[in-house]
C-alpha cells in the first residue's frame, strides 16, 4: 500500500539475534561433553560417560522430564522434538537401523541440583543396562551401543510429552574397538601375540615333559629297591694265627 509506512531496515537483523537470546534462555548455548579424562572408563567398545546437565536448565520447572538423546549423526540435521520416547522412532532396540535415535535416562530437574557439591562424581555412563537390551517392554532402556559409532547425544526437557527446553548437540563420541590378536605386539620385543603364545604353549610342553621324565627316574629307583632282597651275610673264615712269642735267650755261661 502505498500509504504504508515502510519495515524498519533493522527489523530482519533483529530477528536472528532474539532467536539466539530465546536458545540461550532454554540453554541451547551449552552441550553435552564427556566426562574429565582422568575418569577411567570414560569411552568402550559399547558404553560413554556424560557430564550431567547441572546448572544447565536453570528456569526448568521441576515437574519437566529431561531426557538423554541418542542419535547417529545423520539424524541430527532434521531432527524431530516432537516425537515421544519409547515410540518406535526412538526405541531402542530399534536403533540404529528402523530408528536413528533413541530416548533414555529420564529424570527430573531435582535429580540435577545446581551447584554441586565440590568433590561429587556427576557423571552419566550411556549404555550401562544389559538387562533390557532386547526387552522390547522397555524401549528407553540405556543399553550397550551397538557399534563404535559416531554417535551425537543432546538433553531434551518434556512437559507433557511437549518439548520445553534443549541443550545443543554433542561433538561426535566414537568409541573403543577391539584390536585384532594378531596386531598386538610387545613393547621392546616386536613379537607378535601368536609368537608369544606359541612360545608358552612350547614352554608348558617341555615342563610336562620333564616331569614325566623325573617320574620315570623316581618310579624306577623305588622299583628296583623294592625288589632287591637282603640276604644273610657269608661266614667269613679267619684264620688263628698264634703269636711266637720270642723269648730273650739267657746269656751264655761262661
Avoid at 540453554?27 to 550431567?52: C, H, I
Avoid at 537390551?133 to 557399534?147: F, H, I, Q, V
Avoid at 545443543?168 to 585384532?180: C, G
Wanted: aromatic share 6%; charged share 15%.
Amino acid at each position: 500500500h502505498p500509504h504504508s509506512r515502510p519495515r524498519h531496515p533493522g527489523a530482519r537483523t533483529m530477528l536472528p539475534l532474539l532467536l539466539l537470546l530465546l536458545a540461550t534462555a532454554h540453554g541451547l548455548d551449552k552441550f553435552p561433553a564427556l566426562a574429565d579424562l582422568t575418569l577411567g572408563g570414560r569411552t568402550t567398545a559399547s558404553t560413554f560417560v556424560l557430564e550431567q546437565p547441572r546448572c544447565v536448565f536453570t528456569k526448568l520447572q521441576g515437574d519437566a522430564v529431561i531426557w538423554l538423546v541418542v542419535a547417529v549423526p545423520e539424524a541430527v540435521p532434521n531432527f524431530n522434538n516432537s516425537v515421544r520416547p519409547g515410540t518406535p522412532e526412538r526405541q531402542f532396540q530399534n536403533f540404529p537401523g528402523k530408528a536413528l535415535a533413541y530416548m533414555t535416562l529420564n529424570t527430573t530437574i531435582l535429580n540435577y541440583p545446581c551447584p554441586k557439591n565440590p568433590g561429587d562424581i556427576t557423571v552419566l555412563r550411556v549404555g550401562s543396562e544389559t538387562s533390557c537390551a532386547k526387552d522390547e517392554k522397555r524401549p528407553t532402556c540405556n543399553g550397550p551401543l551397538p557399534g563404535p559409532g559416531p554417535y551425537q547425544v543432546k538433553f531434551l526437557a518434556l512437559n507433557n510429552s511437549e518439548p520445553v527446553a534443549e541443550t545443543a548437540w554433542s561433538d561426535p563420541i566414537t568409541l573403543r574397538t577391539a584390536q585384532p590378536l594378531s596386531s598386538i605386539r610387545v613393547m621392546g620385543s616386536g613379537r607378535s601375540a601368536g609368537m608369544i603364545a606359541l612360545t608358552s604353549i612350547l614352554s608348558i610342553l617341555f615342563a610336562i615333559l620333564l616331569a614325566g621324565l623325573v617320574a620315570m627316574l623316581v618310579c624306577g629307583l623305588d622299583g628296583s629297591s623294592g625288589s632287591s632282597t637282603f640276604n644273610k651275610p657269608e661266614a667269613v673264615t679267619v684264620r688263628r694265627y698264634n703269636t711266637h712269642h720270642v723269648y730273650d735267650q739267657p746269656a751264655a755261661r761262661l
